[in-house]
């Protein structure tokens, strides 16, 4: 199934309307990213409502897939010039442009660093004083969660429930203060400090408003309250003149709470745009009716903010199947079974193209949880079957390999000040918070990389002797370390040096020291040769394989091949295009679709999910919760364009126990009619094997 040939009379609507705010209520299978481009399209026309250039449009995306995704459609339609000026581009993105332009009115440097997780999570455990990782995890997700909500340390420690939140406001203050020496910004700052830039700076946010005249933001269910500032202050709030944008967002498909998107949004726009337009898509074009009716009457129970029913052309389709299992393996089994006489049958009618067999890729089983996983991977490996995980954890983003990749960065670039923070403190080697602040706020002062800083002749006014030769010490090492690898190439020679690094600075040490478990342990040292491993063979000319394909690679020293590192993953990584079955969350499948779908697990406690810990979480709260779960459900089943099981199981594990298990209420709302006999897919699946053997064995006969 795919996108309409011709625009629908509301997507007609919501590409037309120039004269003001406009919230796009887009539900699965719409075609939003298809109103979004056409409206671009529209607003590039001369015309007395719109006369705009492509440099004055911004379309803000939660990924950059998204984003790359929604270019490439608007070069179709207005050609590649006019594309390449348009703003495309993710909330965090946007927030890195104004930062680099604007953010010395914040005291920040242009070529400020910006730390990813594992890097806050070093600063949080040395701020907070501890080596545990789980409690620095905590702190992490807690501290996130406020500065998505706009809060200071002062504010979050004012309002901390408890004394554990309180401790954590504690360490907020000092993890501040140390990104602030390092002139270093955390995720959240990338949305938080343009907010404050915009919010304090009339002239920067003036600036921006005349830059970007009308901005068109995607997914807007799953902002938060710092990223509905930013819109606000990049299109002002009305008074002024007419704020021009666009919204286009589902809050049937609002399932990011946790993470601290918020409904309330939603609500709040039409409180604070008066003029706001409100226009429904409710034309699908991906799923059949059986499919859109389950999913409307889930939804259903849920309070609506906005009205919006689902429907399309394609007929009812196959029914949605309800697949009772005796527990996790036999729901595996079922699983399997079911995606086998499905690819047997083949054909127009069950999804295939043109009356081609099925693929692999045709097919996804989605669940609630990733530990969930674990007993398809079995049952698909033993029917030879291929998969893929989505949203499992790559080699590359290991805590290990991106330790050791910031090393290799920083010989590449010296100038890379979050690599430099990163392999100066990993193995700690003597240089704390304080030295690399001191560090930091000279090489801001002078305006140069905290690599080129440490060997200053005036850095004795900022730091002590023995500081200075602390780092003197590391800068030597990676000099030296530079030269060689620029030097050494070959398998056995990369090898050897990659090896004799990791003994100097004592790595194999320093992952033992920081895990409490041995076993644990020694896995990360495993993944480390491993990727010595995968070095070396690229240093020294052999057979590779990247991305199904085979190919002879020159002798490489080990620093072209750090060089290269970054494009190299890429290309291991892909896998978009792989004709294997999708394992998910019903997180991870937001977007994505495929016509033959499978949720499994869904019983009460896993969907909804409700914790075995005693909760007394307020009512209200809990009324939300289940909300989200339902909402989460109505995403999964939107998934699926011509066929879905919905599988429970009758026993499931729970710890080390296993429980009677209860079919999920939302199988109950999704009223399905159950007329008709159950069947085993399982005999289904050997009644397909008896005839395609009959015919096999007749055909002989026949010649």
């Known amino acids: 199934m795919s996108a309409p040939p011709s625009l629908n009379p509301a997507q007609l609507q919501a590409v037309h309307h120039l004269s003001g705010p406009c919230l796009v209520l887009a539900g699965a299978g719409s075609g939003k990213t298809r109103v979004i481009t056409h409206k671009i399209a529209r607003l590039l026309q001369r015309t007395p409502d719109a006369d705009l250039a492509p440099r004055q449009i911004a379309a803000i995306t939660f990924t950059n897939k998204a984003a790359a995704e929604m270019r490439e459609r608007a070069k179709q339609l207005i050609g590649g010039k006019a594309a390449k000026d348009l703003v495309i581009c993710t909330f965090h993105s946007l927030g890195v442009r104004l930062l680099r332009e604007d953010g010395a009115a914040l005291g920040l440097k242009p070529q400020f660093s910006i730390l990813d997780s594992d890097d806050v999570l070093g600063i949080l455990r040395d701020a907070g004083g501890t080596t545990d990782a789980k409690t620095a995890r905590h702190w992490q997700w807690t501290i996130s969660l406020w500065k998505n909500q706009g809060l200071t340390p002062t504010e979050a420690e004012a309002q901390a429930k408890n004394d554990d939140e309180r401790v954590a406001a504690r360490v907020m203050q000092r993890y501040q203060e140390r990104l602030a020496a390092y002139q270093a910004v955390d995720f959240d700052d990338l949305i938080g400090l343009p907010v404050a830039l915009l919010q304090r700076h009339d002239d920067v946010r003036a600036k921006w408003q005349n830059a970007l005249r009308h901005v068109l933001v995607d997914e807007y269910q799953d902002t938060n309250a710092q990223q509905y500032e930013l819109l606000k202050l990049l299109v002002g709030d009305g008074r002024e003149r007419a704020a021009m944008f666009t ?80 527990g996790e393996e036999h729901e595996a089994e079922r699983a399997v079974a079911r995606i086998q006489a499905l690819r047997g049958q083949g054909g127009a009618l069950q999804g295939g193209v043109n009356g081609q067999a099925l693929e692999w890729k045709d097919f996804a089983i989605l669940y609630r949880a990733n530990h969930q996983a674990r007993v398809f991977e079995q049952a698909l490996r033993k029917a030879q079957i291929p998969y893929k995980v989505s949203g499992g954890q790559s080699f590359f983003d290991r805590a290990e390999i991106r330790d050791l990749c910031a090393w290799l960065r920083l010989l590449v670039n010296q100038d890379d000040d979050p690599a430099f923070l990163r392999a100066v403190t990993t193995p700690k080697r003597g240089i704390g918070h304080q030295t690399l602040g001191a560090l930091g706020e000279f090489a801001g002062k002078w305006k140069v990389s905290l690599f080129e800083a440490l060997f200053a002749e005036s850095l004795e006014s900022a730091l002590s002797k023995k500081a200075i030769g602390s780092l003197h010490e590391f800068g030597r090492y990676v000099n030296d370390l530079e030269h060689r690898a620029r030097h050494t190439s070959g398998a056995e020679e990369a090898r050897a040096l990659l090896m004799g690094w990791l003994k100097d600075i004592g790595y194999e040490q320093h992952l033992f020291d920081g895990e409490d478990s041995e076993k644990l342990a020694a896995a990360r040292w495993s993944n480390v040769l491993d990727f010595v491993d995968w070095i070396a063979r690229r240093c020294g000319g052999e057979t590779q394989q990247e991305a199904g394909t085979t190919f002879e690679t020159e002798r490489q020293t080990v620093l072209e091949v750090a060089q290269t590192i970054s494009v190299i993953i890429s290309l291991a990584e892909r896998g978009d295009d792989q004709n294997v079955v999708t394992l998910s969350t019903l997180h991870a499948a937001k977007g994505l679709e495929w016509p033959h779908v499978v949720l499994a697990g869904v019983n009460e406690g896993l969907l909804p999910f409700r914790s075995d810990q005693a909760d007394d979480t307020p009512a209200d709260e809990m009324a939300q919760r289940l909300e989200e779960e339902r909402r989460l459900m109505y995403v999964g089943i939107t998934r699926a364009r011509t066929t879905l099981a919905v599988s429970w199981l009758k026993r499931r594990k729970r710890g080390r126990e296993t429980v009677a298990g209860m079919p999920s209420r939302f199988i109950a709302e999704m009223k399905l009619n159950e007329a008709g006999p159950k069947v085993d897919p399982r005999e289904k699946l050997k009644a397909l094997r008896a005839e395609l053997a009959a015919r096999a064995a007749a055909a002989p006969k026949a010649a």
């Open 247 to 326: 919204a286009v967002g589902d809050d049937d498909q609002s399932i990011y709470g946790w993470r601290g998107a918020t409904i309330d949004n939603l609500k709040r726009l039409p409180q604070e745009y008066p003029a706001l337009k409100v226009i429904p898509l409710e034309q699908n074009y991906r799923s059949t009716g059986h499919i859109l009716r389950a999913a409307n009457c889930v939804i259903a129970a849920n309070p609506k903010l906005f009205e919006k029913k689902l429907w399309s052309d394609f007929g009812d389709g196959e029914p949605v199947r309800v697949v009772e299992c005796d």
